[in-house]
C-alpha cells in the first residue's frame, strides 16, 4: 500500500494560515489524496480530497504537487477550533477501508 | 441534519463481561464501517456493510468480536468475554456508497470501553 508521510506537530497563531505537508512518494496514478482531521474526543472528519487539481472548499484548500508525489493542505486562518490531529491518506477507487498513520497534531495559539 | 449516532458515549466493564455498542449511521447511508483506535494508535479496521451484501469481516481481531446490521440501518457490536486489550475507542462511519474513493466516510463520536 501506498504510504504517507507527515510531521508529527505543527503550531499556529489563530488567524494565520496553516501549511500541512504530506509526501506520498510512491502514489499511484489511481490513488486520490484525502484529509481528515480529529478533534479532541471526537471522531475523525472528512475534510477534502483531490487527484491532481488543486481543490478548494469551505473547510481548506488541498495544493498538490504536479508530479503528485506530496501535497499541502491550507488552513486559511486558524481559529481555535482548528486544533486537531490531520491525517493524510491515501485511497484507491476501490479501498473502503480508512487507515490513519501517526498524523500531524497542530495546536493553535491565541 | 443529524449525523452518524453512538451510544454508549462511555462503557466501562470488568474483564469477562459481554458488551453491546450501538451506532445509528446517517439515514439514507448504506456502508457502516466500525473501525477501533487505541491509545496513541491509529485507527484499525474491524468491519464493513454494505447493503444487503455479506459483511466483511476481515478486520475483527477474534471470534469474541461480531456485528450485525438490522434492516440495513442500526448496526450493533458486541464484544463476549471483554479482555483488558479490548479497551480502546470504537467508532463507527457510515457513508451514502462503499467501494468508492470519492465517498468520505463520516464518523460518530465513538464509544469509549474500558475494562477493568
Known amino acids: 500500500d501506498a504510504k504517507t508521510t507527515q510531521p508529527n506537530s505543527m503550531e499556529s497563531n489563530e488567524e494565520e494560515p496553516v501549511h500541512l505537508p504530506c509526501n506520498h512518494s510512491?502514489?499511484?496514478?489511481?490513488?486520490?489524496i484525502h484529509w481528515y482531521r480529529q478533534l479532541p474526543s471526537q471522531g475523525p472528519e472528512y475534510v477534502i480530497h483531490g487527484l491532481t487539481s488543486n481543490v478548494n472548499n469551505r473547510m481548506a484548500s488541498l495544493a498538490i504537487a504536479e508530479d503528485r508525489k506530496s501535497s499541502t493542505l491550507i488552513l486559511h486562518r486558524a481559529t481555535l477550533r482548528d486544533a486537531a490531529v490531520y491525517y493524510c491518506?491515501?485511497?484507491?477507487?476501490?479501498?473502503?477501508?480508512?487507515?490513519f498513520g501517526a498524523g500531524t497534531t497542530v495546536t493553535v495559539r491565541a | 441534519g443529524a449525523g452518524v449516532s453512538q451510544s454508549p458515549s462511555n462503557k466501562v466493564t470488568e474483564k469477562g463481561k459481554d458488551v453491546e455498542l450501538r451506532c445509528d449511521p446517517i439515514s439514507g447511508h448504506t456502508a457502516l464501517y466500525w473501525y477501533r483506535q487505541s491509545l496513541g494508535q491509529g485507527l484499525e479496521f474491524l468491519i464493513y456493510f454494505q447493503g444487503n451484501s455479506a459483511p466483511d469481516k476481515s478486520g475483527l481481531p477474534s471470534d469474541r468480536f461480531s456485528a450485525e446490521r438490522t434492516g440495513g440501518s442500526v448496526s450493533t457490536l458486541t464484544i463476549q468475554r471483554t479482555q483488558q486489550e479490548d479497551s480502546a475507542v470504537y467508532l463507527c462511519a457510515s457513508s451514502p456508497h462503499s467501494g468508492q474513493a470519492l465517498q468520505p466516510q463520516h464518523f460518530g463520536d465513538g464509544t469509549r470501553l474500558s475494562i477493568l
Open positions: 510512491t502514489i499511484s496514478g489511481t490513488d486520490y
Open positions: 491518506i491515501l485511497r484507491d477507487l476501490d479501498d473502503y477501508k480508512l487507515s
